[in-house]
């Protein structure tokens, strides 16, 4: 009798064990599923839930503020006009590249009902700068005991949006660097992005910068990898396609895997019974134990 009750115990401790995973956890635009997206407060509540690391994206407005938003425009799925009116669903002419950041504040991206992510909690909050953002979150986790988060930060370009959305690689790449240097340690961030040309520059110009390689397309790996030229720190692509001869092989190589962006529970588990190395996330509340 009490060797069967040592094997249901070492069996039950077995299980929690295996139920746990050691991995990054990325809060998508903080925690876009319960929060506006890429907003200090969104941060904050990806760290209150546990997240490693946040995720975020950056524009740069009129007079050269580095801002968070995923759009160099202002989206009118999640923001309203200064005024407080709705915007046209495909009106793409509140640039933020033209906005100076004391016109960006104007606008409330926080308060309109998004229907992709419904959870949401509703209030007034607009794009905050970069600098700021890390202040608050650095501060924040200082005061209340919580583990100092690493930042995965993606720079937002496009061949055709140069100069005319966003600065051209090297100039957007370089404010975004010194910024980030004047903040944080190099082991603290990386930099991620699909355009290529962004992660060219950055591996040339800043050598020390760990760099993450977006893409869609798990199963082109060789192709993309011959297409950047070099062999980024980090791949990060989305999840559908992945499988655990993909992850060894780009493991194997010393990449880490990172899926984008994952949403629900069971699907987490399967990417890191896999063995990837973190997931992101808009909803870091879903997230399997660490």
Request: with cysteine; glycine share 4%.
């Amino acid at each position: 009798m009490h060797r069967n009750i040592l094997i249901i115990f070492f069996s039950f401790l077995t299980m929690n064990i295996q139920a746990q995973f050691n991995y990054d956890l990325q809060g998508h635009r903080g925690s876009r599923g319960i929060m506006p997206e890429n907003t200090i407060p969104a941060m904050i509540k990806a760290l209150d839930l546990g997240a490693t690391t946040l995720e975020l994206d950056l524009a740069i407005t009129k007079d050269g503020e580095v801002i968070l938003s995923h759009e160099p425009w202002m989206n009118p799925v999640i923001c309203l006009d200064p005024e407080g009116n709705v915007l046209e669903i495909n009106d793409r002419s509140h640039n933020i590249y033209q906005l100076t950041y004391a016109e960006v504040l104007q606008y409330d991206c926080g308060s309109k009902f998004h229907p992709g992510f419904p959870q949401q909690v509703k209030f007034h909050v607009s794009k905050p700068r970069l600098e700021d953002m890390i202040d608050v979150i650095e501060k924040y986790a200082a005061d209340f005991g919580l583990p100092s988060p690493n930042y995965n930060i993606e720079i937002k370009s496009m061949p055709e949006g140069d100069d005319l959305y966003h600065p051209a690689p090297p100039a957007f790449s370089d404010k975004v660097v010194s910024l980030l240097l004047e903040k944080l340690s190099p082991e603290r961030f990386n930099i991620q992005s699909f355009d290529f040309r962004v992660l060219q520059y950055i591996h040339r110009a800043h050598p020390s910068i760990t760099l993450a390689m977006l893409v869609e397309q798990a199963d082109k790996s060789a192709e993309q990898l011959a297409e950047l030229g070099f062999q980024p720190q980090i791949y990060s692509p989305y999840f559908h396609a992945l499988t655990v001869e993909i992850v060894e092989t780009l493991q194997a190589k010393g990449m880490k895997v990172i899926p984008w962006t994952v949403n629900r529970t069971e699907q987490m588990e399967k990417l890191l019974e896999m063995g990837v190395d973190g997931i992101i996330t808009d909803y870091p509340n879903l997230a399997p134990k660490r």
